[in-house]
């Protein structure tokens, strides 16, 4: 028996296995599995090849106790039987020194996604700017929409709402477009608002983070990079090392530079840049033209509002009940593992006919283990709950998944959008 219960303020106590699961149950650090009511949300449209539903958060609150400490062997083992026997606590009692091997990934972490020629308007949105810009000397009143915003030391750009910028058909379109996107790959319905942002000498964005706006932010690029007159301009996002740096990047022999420490993209024409908003990010300050027709030009905003989607044979209320039961089982588990914050978006096919989860695709994984005195290894806390997901749904050789949806009723197969959402 080699499990110590750990209380943060030092005292240790011996304890035995059932013990320490059963304690772990009620007092570990609940991790928050959550999607969110649709009804709470406003903004943003629904396409109208979705459907959206409003489900109950699963886990609304969630109690910070830093109680347990255990090995990642145990917490392997955990995981797996967990999954298997719902806590059959019996086989974690063996011999301490068998080797177990590290759980596996089933996703990997993407905190930045790049998209190329998103959007099929996106010329016409730019010939919108460069016909207001064409002549410094007309004084219609489209040029003078724009707010110079000045925040000192942290933000200094020209910037508008895009929907008063453009034509409602126009900006329909765009919107559509990111919404369209949000929802088939990332498993939010909504959007903020899209702001447009020109960057002339002297605008820069310094590092902050957004991390109450939504999950992803977004940048939609309409800036002709590659003729470029300026300086800077990147997006930059600081690299994920850099914020375990003493436990990846550091070394005591090799210096660092930019390169190693921030992730620079660049706004290519047209490019969709998604990323994680918690992340320390920024603008790289332009420097070279005071030109807006060859400024740094963007679209951006935030996608938000987290929200199952459903195409094929099954509503969404009709595949309520089978998919509440699925997260009930899910959140049973994950709820007494070692805490994470992020999102997990999977795609869960259904069949039409026996009701059987038959695939799932990893589609957008923003999800990091909360340091703490669990002990496990960050990787093996995402790969525990990716492995207590996919076998709950999907089941394995050794025990198939007893999640049943009904059968559509035209028998059509149904796909599930599902976003996963730890707080
Ligand atoms: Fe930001």
Redesign the pocket.
């Known amino acids: 028996m080699f499990i110590v219960a750990e209380r943060y303020w030092g005292n240790r106590v011996d304890a035995s296995t059932q013990q320490i699961v059963s304690m772990s149950q009620r007092m570990i650090e609940k991790c928050c599995l959550q999607t969110y009511a649709a009804s709470h949300f406003g903004r943003g449209r629904v396409s109208a090849h979705s459907k959206s539903l409003g489900f109950a958060p699963w886990c609304p609150s969630s109690q910070y106790s830093s109680w347990v400490k255990i090995s990642a062997k145990t917490f392997s083992k955990l995981i797996t039987t967990s999954v298997m026997r719902k806590h059959d606590v019996s086989v974690l009692i063996e011999d301490e020194d068998e080797e177990e091997p590290p759980l596996e990934q089933l996703s990997l972490a993407q905190h930045v996604i790049t998209v190329e020629k998103f959007l099929p308007e996106a010329q016409i949105l730019r010939d919108v700017f460069d016909k207001r810009f064409d002549n410094p000397r007309d004084i219609s009143p489209e040029r003078f929409m724009w707010d110079y915003w000045h925040v000192p030391d942290q933000y200094t750009l020209i910037r508008t709402q895009a929907q008063v910028y453009f034509s409602s058909a126009l900006y329909d379109r765009l919107e559509d477009a990111l919404i369209s996107y949000g929802e088939s790959v990332l498993g939010c319905r909504g959007i903020t608002p899209i702001w447009m942002s020109y960057y002339v000498d002297g605008c820069v ?1 310094e590092l ?3 991390n109450p706006h939504g999950p992803f ?1 977004f940048v939609l690029s309409l800036t002709d990079w590659d003729a470029r007159k300026f300086r800077g301009g990147e997006t930059m996002i600081l690299h994920p090392g850099v914020l375990d740096y003493w436990g990846s990047l550091y070394s005591s022999q090799q210096g660092l530079e930019q390169q190693q420490l921030v992730q620079l993209v660049e706004p290519k024409f047209n490019r969709l840049t998604v990323f994680d ?1 918690r992340f320390p ?2 603008v790289k300050a332009v420097s070279g033209t005071r030109d807006p027709r060859e400024a740094r030009l963007v679209l951006h905003g935030w996608f938000t509002e987290p929200t199952p989607f459903f195409r094929g044979g099954l509503s969404a209320d009709e595949a309520a009940s089978a998919l509440d039961d699925a997260m009930g089982d899910i959140m049973e588990i994950l709820q007494d593992l070692p805490p994470a914050t992020g999102i997990l978006t999977i795609r869960l096919e259904v069949n039409g006919t026996t009701g059987e989860i038959t695939k799932l695709e990893w589609l957008a994984d923003t999800l990091i283990a909360t340091p703490g005195p669990h002990g496990v290894p960050s990787d093996q806390v995402r790969a525990g709950m990716q492995q207590v997901i996919s076998e709950t749904l999907l089941g394995s050789a050794d025990s198939p998944s007893n999640i049943r949806f009904p059968p559509s009723k035209d028998g059509t197969n149904t796909e599930i959008t599902l976003p996963i959402v730890f707080e």
Do not use: R, V
């Open positions: 964005q902050h983070c957004d932010a908003p990010h920024g």
